[in-house]
């Protein structure tokens, strides 16, 4: 009997479809080039693809266009690909609740899609991501999502920054009607990232990505698809940056994977590195209610054979189940929620000043004599808090 299969009937942790555990078929599909070397493995059938992760307890599969119907194939080609495709889907019970377009690999794209400075280049851009989209909502997809991969400068002299924010915006203002006038039932979801492949790519981080939303014609339609690695990349808090995005109702769509601090995209699993922070992150989804996918944009080590890309799959969704456990039991640890409880207290003398503005709150809080040497002398126990949260995390609680 595979690992695999052992793992899928040992325990509790085994992935199930009502997890809303969803791939790319970029991710399983990466072959393991990188900048200084070839492929490792070779290509994987989408068909293929779809059938393992399903057998694995995933619920769906994303895809850039390209991802499925390679770039410059015949209409008959694409129909074929694609009726092959839907047919697997069908078998297997899987879904696609996310597509995209990609925009960065082919050499038009070299300066970006719709940010680049050719005109001839921004109408192609236009014309091949409307058909991607038809192509999404072919298969079902309610989520379509804009990663700007090239959308970015090298030469900060070659661009002039507003008009890219403009032409962006052009862009997605551009899309958001043409699903409106094409009846589908999809809504845009906009992946920042600060750098790689460009030196700096416009739109960096999820609260550059909050502030262009509300600049648009149609805000409602549109949110955000923020990645672990992309915010780690700016040394930011991921956890934190997911809050404000829930906070707006924008949080759309979710990238999962994991990143060792400032580097390059790494895109590992899910989990094999930050864990108090994903930690945080899994506590923050399940208790605030997201319920859209948990799609994990990582890719297997570049080590790794097509079995171990199969473990990769298995290992990210296992990780996010146990994490979700150990979220039951921090809320469930009687000493941890009876810190919190008492760190949260406080002196609730003044929590009546504390619940909005009114001329009698204004009136109130400057006549109040607050008592601020006793207030520096309280001590948090915070080291004791984040002391018992390793611990649970590793096992001993």
């Avoid at 092959?84 to 899609?113: C, E, R, W």
């Avoid at 997809?141 to 970015?152: I, K, L, P």
């Avoid at 864990?275 to 948990?294: A, H, N, Q, T």
Wanted: proline share 5%.
């Amino acid at each position: 009997m595979s690992i695999i299969k052992q793992e899928l009937t040992s325990d509790q942790y085994r992935p199930r479809k009502e997890d809303k555990f969803t791939f790319g078929l970029w991710t399983v599909g990466n072959q393991g080039r990188d900048p200084f070397g070839d492929f490792v493995r070779p290509a994987l059938d989408p068909v293929k693809s779809v059938k393992k992760l399903s057998e694995l307890g995933a619920w769906g599969v994303n895809f850039h266009d390209n991802d499925l119907v390679p770039f410059g194939a015949t209409p008959a080609e694409r129909d074929r690909i694609v009726r092959d495709f839907k047919q697997a889907l069908s078998d297997y019970g899987m879904i696609v609740p996310m597509a995209t377009t990609n925009l960065f690999y082919h050499p038009v794209f070299k300066d970006g899609a719709f940010t680049a400075v050719d005109p001839a280049v921004r109408a192609f851009a236009l014309q091949k991501t409307m058909s991607a989209i038809d192509l999404g909502a072919e298969v079902g997809a309610t989520t379509y999502v804009f990663w700007g991969g090239r959308e970015g400068v090298d030469a900060e002299a070659s661009k002039d920054p507003v008009v890219a924010v403009q032409r962006m915006r052009d862009a997605i203002n551009f899309f958001c009607q043409y699903i409106i006038d094409q009846g589908y039932n999809m809504r845009i979801a906009l992946e920042p990232k600060p750098n790689e492949p460009r030196a700096d790519t416009y739109f960096p981080t999820i609260g550059h990505m909050l502030a262009f939303i509300y600049t648009l014609d149609h805000p409602e339609m549109v949110g955000v698809n923020p990645e672990v690695a992309h915010e780690h990349m700016s040394g930011l808090n991921f956890v934190h940056g997911i809050a404000q995005a829930l906070d707006a109702g924008k949080l759309f769509h979710i990238d999962l994977n994991d990143q060792k601090g400032p580097r390059y995209d790494q895109d590992f699993r899910f989990g094999s590195e930050s864990i108090k922070s994903m930690f945080f992150l899994v506590k923050l989804l399940e208790e605030k209610g997201y319920d859209g996918p948990r799609h994990f944009d990582a890719h297997s080590y570049r080590t790794e054979d097509e079995e171990g890309v199969w473990d990769f799959a298995l290992g990210c969704m296992r990780t996010y189940n146990m994490l979700k456990a150990k979220v039951q039991q921090f809320n469930a640890d009687a000493e941890i929620q009876a810190l919190l409880q008492d760190l949260n207290g406080g002196d609730q003398t003044y929590g009546g000043l504390l619940s909005g503005y009114s001329s009698e709150t204004v009136k109130k809080l400057k006549e109040t004599q607050f008592d601020v040497d006793t207030l520096a002398k309280r001590g948090y126990r915070y080291e004791k808090l984040d002391q018992m949260t390793i611990e649970l995390i590793l096992g001993l609680r």
